[in-house]
């Protein structure tokens, strides 16, 4: 059995028995739907995926023709969607339990994040691995300027942030695995006086877990994507780099809260690690 949750608790499921090719995938719409580097998915059959709370309470999207992406509409953790032929797509970040498999490769690595290096040693497929017969959509057009901008995936949200940004990390704490539904969230930190949204800032939903101090989600409430956190008592901007529409000019320097990292992940680089919030 593989419980999994979103953020909020609203929606949960299990998976009776093994689930099967786990893969990363780094399509431009899965980086803006996660808000990271990439998305992680494993397969299950239908009949064996059980909603246990919440299926109704899921919003949907369309990121293209006849497909659909799921997350919660009350904190914006990635769900899963309706099943494709036969077959539920089953997204790991929110797993409470280790479902034994491990990722088997990388697909749409043509489309990587400029900012993320690969560093382990699986097989990387350009587009879909062989064998799986599904039209490839062309991948969303990338800011090719310099400075740091942002959207959503819908493109009712964006934004921009000037000056300096002051620090880029991973996380691993179980919250963001939650709230990005992937194996971390990679954010970058940038001064909140330069960071404002553009567009849409009407169609942010905010959602903090009750009992954190200050750890909140910020969301588009019409595709899920996660957006900036502006965040006044710190004078910062907390921005997931997945929703980054081109190249920042700084990589994450390190992993933190690595103690609560997910059993199926592995950290393959070379980055500092700390096992909770760095001293």
């Not at 998976?15 to 990363?24: K, L």
């Not at 088997?104 to 400029?114: G, Q």
């Not at 062989?130 to 057009?141: F, K, N, R, T, Y």
């Amino acid at each position: 059995m593989v419980r999994s949750s979103c953020l909020c608790g609203a929606v949960a499921w299990e998976v009776e028995g093994p689930v099967s090719q786990m893969s990363h995938c780094h399509c431009g719409r899965c980086r803006k739907f996660h808000g990271a580097g990439f998305g992680t998915y494993a397969m299950a059959p239908a009949e064996r995926v059980r909603f246990g709370r919440g299926r109704d309470a899921a919003a949907r999207y369309e990121s293209s023709p006849g497909f659909s992406r799921a997350f919660c509409g009350r904190c914006g953790g990635v769900v899963p969607g309706d099943p494709f032929e036969g077959q539920t797509f089953l997204p790991c970040g929110p797993m409470d339990d280790d479902p034994g498999a491990r990722p088997a490769f990388h697909i749409f690595a043509a489309s990587k994040a400029p900012w993320l290096e690969i560093a382990d040693g699986l097989p990387r497929f350009d587009a879909y691995p062989p064998g799986v017969e599904a039209p490839v959509q062309p991948d969303l057009p990338r800011d090719q300027e310099p400075g740091i901008r942002g959207s959503c995936l819908c493109g009712a949200v964006a934004y921009e942030s000037a000056g300096a940004p002051l620090r880029a990390w991973n996380c691993h704490c179980s919250r963001c695995r939650k709230g990005r539904g992937a194996a971390h969230a990679s954010n970058l930190f940038g001064p909140l006086g330069g960071t404002r949204f553009t567009r849409g800032e009407d169609r942010l939903v905010a959602y903090k877990v009750p009992a954190a101090l200050r750890f909140t989600q910020v969301f588009c409430r019409t595709c899920g994507s996660p957006m900036p956190r502006l965040d006044p008592d710190r004078d910062i901007a907390v921005i997931p780099m997945g929703s980054l529409d081109g190249d920042p000019g700084v990589r994450p320097s390190r992993h933190i809260f690595t103690a609560s990292k997910a059993p199926w992940f592995e950290i393959a680089d070379g980055l500092p690690q700390d096992a909770e919030y760095p001293a």
